[in-house]
C-alpha cells in the first residue's frame, strides 16, 4: 500500500491565534465582566506580535461583543458582558440575507417549545405564574386602537419568552427566545400582526390555562403535549393569515364558504 501524507490544515491567521488565546486566558484566571486585559505592549509581547496584529485581534474580540475598548487615562481593553440582545442581533445579522419563513420558524418551534416549557417547570415560583397571568392580562381582550393590537401581539409572543426565563437549560431557552424575535422581526409576520382585524384568541389562551395548569401540577407529559398542540395550532393559523394576507382563500374552508370570521390564535 502506497504511504499517503495527511493533509496539513490550512494555516490560521496570527490574529485568530491571539483571539482564542486570550478567550482562554479569560476563562483560566476567571476573569469577570469590568476587569482589565493585559495593555497593548504587554500583549505585544506575550504573543510575540505587532501592534497592529493585537490590535486587529482586540478589534475583533469587541465586534464580539465580548470586550469594549477606552482611550485616555486609564484606559484599555475591558471585558464585557454580552447581552442576549447583541447575541441576537448579530444571529439576525448573519441570517439576513437568507430566507427564513414562518414555517421554518415553527419547525423549531414545535420541537423546541415543549422542550423549553418542560425543563422550565422546576424552577416556576409563585411569582412566575403570576407574570404568565398578567401577560395573558394584555391579550385577553379586544384591542381598543392599533398600538394596543400591536402591544398584545408582542405580548403573546413575550409569553412564551417569560417561560423559557425559567428553563434550566441556557441554550435552549436562548434558542426559543431568538425563535420568537425572529417572528416579532420577520417581515411577513409584522405584516400579519399589524392587519387591523379582529383576532379570536380564546383558543389560544386555553392552551397556556391547561399548560400553566398541568405545571402547577408537575405533569411533564401533559405540559410537552399541550405545548406540541399550541404550536402546530399557532403554525397552522400564522401560515393560515399569510396566506390569506397574499390574497390566497382557495385553501381556506370558512373563505370558500364565504365566512367572515377567520380563526386566530397566540403565538
Not at 491567521?13 to 476563562?27: C, F, G, P
Not at 465580548?66 to 448573519?94: K, Q, V
Not at 422542550?115 to 381598543?144: F, K, Q
Not at 399589524?194 to 411533564?220: D, H, S
Amino acid at each position: 500500500m502506497t504511504n499517503q501524507n495527511p493533509i496539513a490544515p490550512p494555516r490560521r491567521k496570527r490574529t485568530d491565534e491571539i483571539v482564542d488565546a486570550i478567550k482562554q486566558t479569560i476563562i483560566v484566571h476567571r476573569l469577570q465582566p469590568g476587569d482589565r486585559l493585559p495593555q497593548e505592549r504587554q500583549l505585544m509581547e506575550q504573543f510575540a506580535a505587532s501592534r497592529g496584529t493585537v490590535r486587529e485581534a482586540l478589534k475583533s474580540l469587541e465586534v464580539q461583543g465580548l470586550i469594549r475598548t477606552r482611550t485616555g487615562p486609564g484606559g484599555g481593553a475591558f471585558l464585557e458582558t454580552m447581552s442576549e440582545s447583541r447575541a441576537m442581533s448579530l444571529l439576525s445579522n448573519y441570517l439576513f440575507a437568507k430566507t427564513v419563513t414562518i414555517a421554518d420558524i415553527y419547525a423549531l418551534r414545535k420541537v423546541l417549545e415543549p422542550l423549553v416549557a418542560v425543563s422550565a417547570m422546576g424552577n416556576m415560583d409563585a411569582r412566575a405564574y403570576d407574570r404568565l397571568d398578567a401577560i395573558i392580562a394584555i391579550y385577553d381582550h379586544e384591542p381598543a386602537d392599533a398600538q394596543e393590537r400591536w402591544e398584545q401581539r408582542m405580548a403573546e409572543l413575550d409569553f412564551h419568552g417569560v417561560v423559557a426565563e425559567y428553563s434550566d437549560n441556557a441554550l435552549l431557552a436562548f434558542t426559543c427566545r431568538f425563535l420568537q424575535r425572529l417572528l416579532k422581526d420577520l417581515a411577513v409576520a409584522r405584516d400579519i400582526y399589524i392587519q387591523p382585524k379582529p383576532v379570536l384568541r380564546a383558543e389560544g389562551i386555553e392552551y397556556q390555562r391547561r399548560m400553566i395548569a398541568a405545571m402547577k401540577q408537575g405533569e411533564a407529559d401533559a405540559v410537552h403535549h399541550i405545548m406540541a398542540e399550541h404550536m402546530a395550532y399557532a403554525e397552522r393559523s400564522m401560515l393560515d393569515l399569510q396566506a390569506e394576507l397574499a390574497g390566497d382563500f382557495l385553501h381556506d374552508p370558512v373563505a370558500r364558504a364565504g365566512g367572515d370570521k377567520k380563526r386566530r390564535t397566540t403565538p
